[in-house]
């Protein structure tokens, strides 16, 4: 899957002071083919995707119960989303893999990588105390391990979900800014600010080639999804083209033109997009001729996805929006804002999810193509705010404990082991009465 980044500088790794409400929201989800909505009529045995800003945390007194509220609006989900940070640092790096079911994320200056279930955002655990900052994060095609690469000059594999180094990889000179595996997962290629790009061997590690020819830090790479063209983009303002696997240097787009910040091919290898500062830029492939470029943005692109069915491409900007885009003629379809810092982006290999992180320490989740917000992915271990929320663990399909922390009053599935805030109710909605008289119900908070 592809890796995006934010720009450092603009990531302080602190927080606004969020506002809180005297008294926790109750949020019901429920899921169904566009994606995920709350409501107050019926139950799932999926989680709901974010918490609610409420009262001091902790366990209290299992005999009190908290009166239900009303089921929010969209606002009221914003509002939340807004409230509840993802990671103590500004998100540097974000990841799906390819079953669409993990969700990894790094920030800059914490050392630290989280992974996450998807669709529901909840935290399966940190992998801590083993990396320097981080500012690029790439997954293997077969899902079975990560590429970490690092300010302390080094690339790191890492087996998943465990989080065990495999293997360090020690080359370049200078920071990682970008990593991206090749679509048969044999290739791993990185971008740094040495100006220069590696192509290494996969699983082993091995070093096989240095391709130079920029003459400033690498931010950006993608490959093509049949592996056989690699683009890079540059602090120089250009954009090159490299055949793969040999590394022959094909073509320098654009001279001069933006730094080019951030790169897509759409998957027929018909396209390619790069965002430079405001503006992205469309070019055919393999010829590299300027198509189109689309203005919209008030800063920097830091992020760029393409759809899997290549209709839609979303952009991550410094003005700390998202846009969505039609494909290939470039029309403007939608706006999403929410966060308060750059944003950088993931898509599902379905194309049904879109998350996005940002230097606003938070990770929303969006569905596709309508933009609508689901929720967020949120650790109470980030959080230096009092928030009330639900914690619950329960074992996926793969066997693995994972913690759930969600909204005061959502469903929690049977047989789940409720941890904190929380004391059985029944299966009327919204009822205080304690009991467990069907298979799904909700616990209410302390």
Known sequence: MQESKVNPSESDGQSEESSVNDTPMVYAVQKNTRGYHFTRRRFIGTVGVLAAAGAVAGCSDPHEVATPQLTPGPQEIAAACEAMLAQKDGISALAIGPDGRLMASGGYWESTIKLWSLPDGALVTTLSGRVASINALAISPDGK??????????????SLPDG???????SHTDDIDELTISPDGKLLASGSADKTIKLWSLPDGALLKTLAGHTDAINSLAISLDGKLLASGSVDKTAKLWSLPDGILIKTLGTPMDWVFSLAISPDGKLLASGGDKTISLWSLPDGALLKTLAGHTDYIGSLVISPNGKLLASGSGDATIKLWSLP???LLKTLTGHTKPVILAISPDGKLLASGSGDQTIKLWSLPDGELLGCAFDLASNTNDVKVVTYRQTDTAGHSVEHNVLCGSPIPAGAVCTCNCVAGSA???????????????????
């Open 428 to 446: 009327t909605l919204f009822s205080s009465s304690h009991g467990n008289t069907e298979s799904s119900h909700y616990w209410h908070p302390n």
């Open 145 to 158: 391990f990560m590429a970490l690469g690092e300010k302390d000059k080094t690339i790191k594999l890492w």
């Open 329 to 331: 003629d470039g029309t």
């Open 164 to 170: 065990a180094v495999l293997k360090a990889l020690a």
